[in-house]
Every structure is written in C-alpha cells, then in structure tokens.
C-alpha cells in the first residue's frame, strides 16, 4: 500500500511550475531482526544463484506479472528460463534473460524499504509514493541518490545544472541505450542524468510478508504499472 502523497501539477507536455519534494531513503528492515536477517539470507541466495531457495521461499501465490497466475512454478521458470519455453527466435536469449531476472530482483531487494499498513515490507522505497492520476507513470523515474548531477547537456562534460537527491522526475522519452537522459523536473527545470541514477516508477518491486507460521517469505516481485 503506497503512504505518500505526491503532488505534481502538471503533465510533461504542458508544464506548471510546482513545488519540488525529496524522498530520502529509510530502510525500515531493521524494525524487525527476524525479517533483516531473512532478507540477508535471501540476498546470499540469490548471490549464489540458489533456484531451490528461491523457490521455497516463495508465498503460494507469489504475485509475479499482471497477466499470469504466478505462484512458484511460475518463478522457477523466471528465474531458470528453459529456452525450450521460449519461441525458437529468442531461444539464444535465454541466458541473458535468466541472468537479468537474477540482476533485477538482487537490485531490487538490496533497496530500503518500508512496512505497509497490513505489515507487508515493500521495496524500493520509492514505491510508496502515490503518482497523480494526471501523470503517466511510465514517464516517472526516481532519483536514486544524494548530489546526482543534473547536467546542461548530455555528457560527463556537460555544464552543470545543479544537484539532485531523491527526486521524482519525468522522462518524456526514456532512450535505454542512451547514457543520459533528457529529464523534466517538477518546478519546470530541463536536463541531462546519468541513467543509471534513474528508476522507472513501474520498475520492479518486492514484498516480503510473515505467514501464519511466523516465516519470511517473498510474496510479490512485478514490474509495470
């Protein structure tokens, strides 16, 4: 359940000025030594590339795409990626498509979290924030870190603009093989950020819940909006 209020103004194609807001990072995990310990547990698994641990880790109804029924024979496959369940023109993808399933969700569950009001934990953290409905979040991107750069052009060199920590921006036109972006701030400034501070509002997100027994277990890991 998302618990902040994120007030923009205005969609990217016809600004308005509007207050600028931070969201610096608070990981929550602490609060609970059972779940920091389950979540450490998780990230050496992954590290390890350990399917079975995964797997038996997963809620019975692990909520995994908007589309699918999920649950953990649909996460073993994520995570394993048989190329014959691929139609034969991707088959030769297989391999980068398992390891990037395994890349996600390890960046996903190394970031700060939060604790829902139902006791779920949540990450990234930026996930709490609640979007206008006037904005399309698939232009949305969080600013993930302290004095990122925004910069007049895009490059290295580029003059800087200013600096930018934990920020929601917007991104009219996300160019992954760019290595910066053209960005949109709230109060109508322009720029240039290097991608790799930028994170996709309808990027992956994960939930750990406690079961009735008292166990950890990853119940939710999705993308899109």
Excluded at 100 to 129: A, C, N, R, V
Aim: with cysteine; charged share 25%.
């Amino acid at each position: 359940m998302k618990l902040i209020c994120f007030l923009l103004a205005t969609l990217v194609c016809n600004p308005v000025l509007a207050q600028r807001q931070s969201f610096p990072p608070i990981d929550q995990a602490d609060r609970d030594p059972s779940l920091a310990e389950f979540r450490a547990t998780l990230l050496e698994r992954i590290a390890a590339r350990d399917t079975e641990f995964l797997v038996a880790s997963a809620c019975p109804d692990i909520y995994l795409s908007h589309g699918t029924a999920g649950g953990p024979k649909e996460f073993r496959l994520n995570l394993t990626v048989p190329p014959e369940t691929l139609d034969e023109e991707f088959r030769h993808e297989a391999v980068d498509l398992r390891e990037s399933y395994w890349t996600d969700l390890e960046t996903t569950l190394s970031q700060p979290g939060y604790f829902d009001e139902q006791g779920e934990f949540w990450m990234p953290h930026p996930w709490k924030i609640t979007l206008p409905a006037s904005l399309d979040p698939f232009t949305a991107f969080f600013v993930m870190g302290e004095n990122v750069s925004l910069r007049q052009s895009p490059s290295r060199d580029g003059a800087l603009t200013e600096l930018i920590s934990h920020e929601v921006v917007i991104v009219p036109d996300y160019l992954p093989e760019h290595e910066y972006q053209k960005i949109w701030l709230t109060d109508g400034t322009t720029g240039y950020m290097h991608r790799d501070y930028l994170w996709s509002m309808v990027g992956y997100r994960a939930a750990l819940v406690k079961s009735d027994g008292g166990d950890w277990q990853i119940c939710t890991f999705v993308t899109g909006d």
